[in-house]
């Protein structure tokens, strides 16, 4: 609350008072130190001299330009076409070169892989992790499990067309949605998944009816994962029996993927990166884990 006197000064110190009262207490008048008011006015004319130098101020449509006429994506556009000019006969040595050519000759192959690196890291990494180990659902492109095949031909043709991505070249194999779409009943499911568990060399309840779970593999499975499970490349359906398996082995997993089905989908890279960089991709991921399935 205000003070009855205007601007009374404390007995105590004698400095006046902003006749300002909280509690009892009274707030004192001290000028602020000068030190500190000219590092302020600096500030100040600091900002009106950045706000006139460098893009700062909004406009309707779109801001000013600063007198310098300097801003970040003009800088990173530099940036990157100084890389381009760099590296630019390397990459054009990869463009016009095979795999099998890059592959082989170790100035190249030492230079792709750097370069599809630096492109794994800013393009798959989010999906695949830094170190290519995945996920569940995120396939681990360190060992030779692979899905669709681990050549240099097959893993350009994933990076090219993606998976499911929409692209008429893309890889379309999905798993069905069993129990969902009336397939299979529940318990069906669940016998089923013991009986998958159990091809795989995983531990199975006592109670498991895999006799009946093998017929069941037989009439709803085998037609794309073959009659012992070991998967077909061609229809993207996985080997059953190697207990490596991309949304988990747990029974509930499995319990999940055949009620569900699983449809993971991966981005087409043509269009979004260039063919020399496509190549350097191809052959850094095919050394990770050299897979040939």
């Not at 601007?7 to 909280?22: L, M």
């Not at 207490?25 to 500030?43: A, D, H, K, M, S």
């Not at 000013?64 to 003009?74: E, Q």
Request: glycine share 12%; hydrophobic share 40%.
């Amino acid at each position: 609350m205000a003070h009855p006197n205007a601007n009374p000064v404390d007995a105590a110190t004698g400095v006046p008072t902003t006749a300002h009262e909280w509690d009892g207490i009274r707030e004192l008048n001290n000028p602020l130190p000068r030190w500190w008011l000219n590092v302020f006015y600096v500030t100040i004319v600091w900002a009106l001299l950045y706000a006139i130098a460098y893009p700062a101020i909004p406009l309707i449509h779109s801001a000013t330009g600063g007198l310098f006429g300097w801003n970040t994506r003009s800088a990173v556009e530099r940036d990157l076409a100084a890389l381009s000019q760099q590296r630019g006969a390397r990459l054009d040595v990869l463009k016009s070169a095979s795999l099998e050519e890059i592959a082989g000759n170790p100035t190249m192959l030492t230079f792709a892989r750097a370069a599809g690196k630096a492109a794994f890291a800013d393009n798959c990494a989010a999906c695949h992790g830094v170190g290519a180990g995945g996920a569940k659902g995120y396939p681990n492109l360190n060992d030779d499990d692979w899905l669709w095949g681990g050549t240099l031909a097959e893993v350009q043709q994933t990076i090219q067309y993606g998976i499911r991505s929409g692209h008429d070249q893309a890889r379309a194999g999905a798993m069905p949605a069993f129990v969902r779409d009336g397939i299979l009943k529940r318990d069906e499911a669940v016998v089923l998944a013991d009986y998958v568990r159990s091809i795989a060399g995983l531990p199975v309840e006592p109670k498991a009816d895999l006799k009946r779970g093998e017929t069941l593999f037989a009439a709803n499975c085998a037609a794309c994962h073959g009659d012992k499970g070991a998967g077909n490349k061609e229809m993207g359906a996985p080997n059953l029996t190697d207990g490596i398996w991309l949304y988990g082995s747990e029974k509930a997993a499995v319990v999940e993927t055949l009620t569900n089905g699983r449809g993971g989908v991966m981005p087409a890279w043509t269009g979004r990166l260039d063919e020399a960089t496509i190549k350097a991709l191809t052959v850094y991921v095919h050394t990770l884990g050299g897979g040939t399935k």
